[in-house]
């Protein structure tokens, strides 16, 4: 077995490695962007450093990988307005074609000699604990790895990389949740490489806590921690969800028992047609509901929290209401980078997907009173119940009064049509598309969702860890 | 108000008290049974005493009760068999047309000069602490009332009991699990009258702690709470539900805030038909199922907690199996007095009614297993699942694996009319009976009970305080 895994890590290894080549034009092409920040830089009434950050300024970059990332620092008395303005016009001097997106400030997002290049002004801070904005502290996170990886080293960390990529819980993003290369790259040179790193994976007892620098301060409530070398009051780790690390421990057992190249491939499943869909829903005979509605035109990031508060805010009251919701699941069409003409009729579809357990409630519901022996409040329910004709009751059960009174909505779908939706905990920009318009599908009729959404719709119906 | 109470009550009072010819007429009924019992003592090679118990000892029986009560205390010492055999010669001499009934042991229940009679041996013990069996209390109770009450507390109690009757809450047994005589007796002692002790329920507040003789030992978990001025130890209030301690504060508050001589009469609501019960059913739009079998031919007081039981177990395990049970009853058809020759077939039916808020389940249930982390459990339970073609999952929710396999029952029905039915928690008459065969009664077709038990049917489906 032990042949086994190392013959298949090699053969990654191999794949991911980018060759000599693909190391040099990419030594150029950042070189040339460092360049023109540089002499943007020196048109600025300020100093500033261009610093070169991220996976191709530490070498651990996976073979294909086409991002620069490129931070100028400015000093740390500037003012914020000041720092986005000249920010701003280094970024447009470096990638005239470039276009603005915006994070805790605004950069430069461009490409160049076939290069992906982010140019982002920062604040050159003492130390990262001392920063001003979350992106001041990248310089510092670039610089620890540095000092801490050689080249085999390197090699491993995109071995690492290669493999959560696989599996499909690459990347810090908020639709992902999963591992950043920063916290990657440290769990690697934690572990020493990429074997060590898997075979603890796989027996991990969350919290799984790891303190490179043994500096840490802070208590954390996630799964995973991962105190940042930089600064030992953050988890590096926090954005990981619970999910992420159980299908990362999943995973590497797979990989431990059976080691194969596969677990390093993204893979997504072959896409439901609407027959498909048609016949899971008649298999499994839940009742299904989706809403519809115009893909709010916000970054991911953004989105994503958005959407997975909505579905919760859903799932809650439509528990509430004795629905019984059996799973749940977002879908979004994916967000253009940027792009800040669109309508948002452009940007496609965001579903909220339920499904129920319970088709159909009584036309009556319980409620229930004080104890009777809360005689004020117990009085004042009986009497305004005791001659409602449309009411059973008030009966007494143990020390209480109840009645049985009409119930608002039969069916999930008489609430999702309704005004209530709205009542639900829901994200802002999801609240105000929903009240631009939103589409019901209920049962069957959510097949029309395969033509946008078939290999959601497939992962879903047939899903994996 | 208060004179329109007083005069209400004293409506009540009229009635309930046994007029002179009444009294003259028991006394002499009463005075020919003991003589008779002293007799057949005579005849014993053991001395015993003669003594009458109950109401018609303490003269507070209500108008029109025809009971007579008479014990024959046996020296303590005297054997168990020995007690049961003379208690039953005397109890035969006396009633030569009686029939044996069992509590803790055999004693004659018959009639004579049409008054009905119960003829019960007991040991005369010390003091109430020291009872050998529960009906050597009963002396006890009879001497501490009599001391205490006069004429006018007696007309007192007798309201009382008239109105704990009318509410429907007088009676020990536990079909009833409302108030006893002794309780009622207790409490009126305790307020001075019914007045003060009607007004002070309507405020009680759940636990209510009586303490007559200022001597319990003892922590009741129990609403109401009247130590026994016999026993320290003994709450006389132990068998009074809650429900019934709330029936009476809400009919108290009633009674004060309207007074009317109707609340001192027992009422039942007219029959439903058929017809009837399906409209209700057909309103409700629940999904009502009953469970008819032969009634257990046991007395009341040990069918009733099965019936209970039984009733509990059927909901926690609809519940647990996702029909989210709205409201359930038990029924059964009156217990025969004694009778010992029946067949199961001649006592009537007991029925099980539970009304489900959910009629169908989907073909599908989630079952969650261990959390990933748990290495040994987490990889059984993922083999297990893995290659089923039944199943879709595993996949990972949170920290655990989830699958999604068929599920066993799709409606109550279903279940309830497998042989899982019998591995409920059931008292073990119900079990013995439903073994010998049941019927299901689903949705509307419980009509077909209207018959047996149209009374319950209404007060079911129009259900008051």
């Known amino acids: 077995m032990s042949d086994e895994f190392d013959a298949v890590v090699s053969q990654v290894r191999e794949r991911v490695s980018p060759d000599d080549d ?123 790895l540095k000092s801490r990886l050689d080249d085999t080293l390197a090699g491993e960390v995109r071995v690492t990389k290669q493999f959560l990529k696989g599996i499909g819980v690459y990347g810090s993003d908020l639709r992902t949740q999963g591992f950043s290369g920063y916290l990657t790259e440290l769990l690697t040179v934690e572990y020493g490489g990429f074997r060590a790193f898997v075979e603890a994976a796989a027996g991990w007892h969350p919290p799984a806590t790891f303190d490179l620098e043994d500096h840490g301060t802070t208590e954390f409530d996630d799964p995973l921690v991962v105190v940042d070398p930089t600064d030992p009051e953050r988890n590096v780790a926090a954005v990981c969800s619970a999910a992420n690390i159980a299908r990362l421990q999943h ?51 953004q989105l ?98 109840v009645v049985e009174r009409p119930r608002e909505f039969r069916t999930a779908a008489a609430f999702l049509d309704s005004d209530a939706l709205l009542d639900v905990r829901l994200g802002p920009q999801v609240e105000s598309a929903l009240q631009e318009g939103y589409e019901l599908l209920v049962g069957g009729d959510i097949a029309a969702l395969a033509d946008e959404f078939g290999v959601e719709l497939a992962d879903y119906f047939e899903p994996s860890p």
Chains 1, 2 share one sequence.
Do not use: N
């Open 304 to 401: 994503w929290p958005q959407l997975r508060k909505s579905l919760a805010g859903l799932t809650e009251e439509l528990d509430r209401r004795g629905f019984d919701v059996f799973r749940s699941r977002a879908f979004a069409a994916d967000g253009e980078t940027g792009g800040d003409s669109e309508t948002a009729g452009d940007a496609g579809h965001a579903v909220l997907l339920v499904e129920l357990s319970v088709a159909e409630r009584p036309a009556v519901e319980r409620h229930e009173g004080p104890p009777v022996h809360v005689r004020d409040h117990a009085t004042g329910f009986y009497e305004t119940y005791a001659d409602d004709p449309d009411v059973a009751g008030p009966y007494i059960e143990g020390d209480r009064y």
């Open 251 to 301: 995973c590497a057992r797979e990989l431990v028992d059976e080691p194969r190249e596969s677990l390093f491939e993204p893979s997504e499943p072959a896409a439901y047609d609407a027959e498909r869909v048609t016949a899971a829903v008649e298999r499994r005979a839940t009742t299904p509901v989706t809403v519809r509605f115009a893909r709010p035109d916000v970054v991911e990031d």
């Open 22 to 144: 693909e190391r040099e034009r990419l030594q150029r092409a950042a070189a040339a962007v460092m360049e023109r920040a540089r002499d943007a830089v020196a048109t600025l009434p300020v100093e500033a450093e261009v610093v070169q950050v991220g996976s191709t300024a530490r070498g651990t970059w996976t073979a294909g990988d086409r991002d620069v990332d490129v931070f100028v620092a400015f000093p740390p008395e500037l003012d914020r307005a000041e720092l986005e303005t000249y920010g701003l016009e280094v970024g447009h001097a470096v990638l005239p074609d470039g276009h603005e997106e915006y994070a805790e400030h605004p950069y430069i997002v461009g490409e160049m000699d076939g290069y992906a290049v982010d140019l982002v002004p920062c604040y050159a801070v003492a130390d990262a604990t001392a920063i001003q904005s979350a992106v001041d502290r990248t310089p510092f996170h670039t610089r620890y």
